[in-house]
């Protein structure tokens, strides 16, 4: 039988740099729903999740969910690998496929590729995030892809509060356990200077714009009219 892949994206309302990021406007809707109508395009999975947290506070990214028609799962605030961890037994995951939910620029396409590359590479994680790995991505499109026994053993391991609240960074930190592998960027968006994550205010405001520009064009828009816009419309204003 195929592997269930299965896609959680993690929020909350608590950010300590942007508070409340979760629900922010995006050419008029919720930037969570924005991220979910994104992914949902991606062909390679099987199911959407969103993993919140069981504070009060997050209780309208569960309705948000609901509205989606996406799986929720409710979980601990810092202990994210736990919270990662328990919403893919929920949902029954062999695949598990990261994005935060600070990347309403997701690509479906470059996630089905890591998706792919995954699935054939027998590795227990693969990512096509340039944080680490430099593999020429913009930041913020792509998705980190990992096995269920990879995640597992992460959960049963890692103790340092930091490698709690970031799943990857014990990945990284322990090569000799994991098998670990990126993809290159297509040459046509490959534009590491390219920052598509929403941390803060200044994020945001250059996040709606792009929105406020692209979405009305064409609501599927892709990376490389993202990278068209950026290089005509925006560094040129």
């Known amino acids: 039988t195929r592997p269930q892949v299965i896609l959680i994206l993690q929020a909350r309302m608590g950010s300590t740099r942007l508070p409340g990021k979760s629900l922010l406007d995006l050419g008029g809707a919720p930037l969570v729903g924005r991220i979910i109508e994104r992914v949902r395009r991606c062909k390679k999975v099987d199911r959407i999740g969103l993993a919140t947290t ?134 046509d968006f490959r534009r590491p200077d390219v920052k598509l994550d929403v941390n803060t205010r200044e994020d945001y405001e250059f996040m709606a714009e792009l929105y406020e520009y692209l979405y009305p064009r064409n609501p599927e828009f892709h990376i490389t009219d993202i990278i068209q816009w950026y290089d005509t419309v925006y560094q040129v204003a």
Do not use: M
């Not at 799962?73 to 690998?81: A, P, Y």
């Not at 919270?83 to 396409?109: F, G, H, S, T």
């Not at 470059?110 to 590359?117: F, T």
């Not at 593999?135 to 990879?150: C, H, L, Q, T, W």
């Open 54 to 187: 069981r504070k009060p506070e997050d209780d309208p990214l569960e309705a948000l969910g609901h509205s989606y028609g996406v799986s929720l799962f409710r979980g601990s605030e810092n202990d994210l690998v736990d919270r990662y961890y328990q919403a893919a037994k929920a949902l029954n995951a062999d695949v598990i496929v990261r994005v935060p939910a600070d990347n309403p620029a997701a690509e479906p396409d470059e996630i089905d590729r890591v998706i792919a590359y995954h699935l054939q590479s027998n590795n227990d994680f693969s990512t096509s995030y340039p944080d680490v790995l430099d593999n020429g991505y913009p930041d913020g499109i792509g998705a980190e892809v990992f096995s269920f026994k990879a995640l597992e053993k992460v959960w049963e391991t890692a103790t340092d509060p930091r490698n709690r609240e970031h799943p990857h960074t014990y990945v990284y930190e322990h090569p000799e356990i994991f098998r670990i592998g990126t993809i290159e960027c297509p040459s």
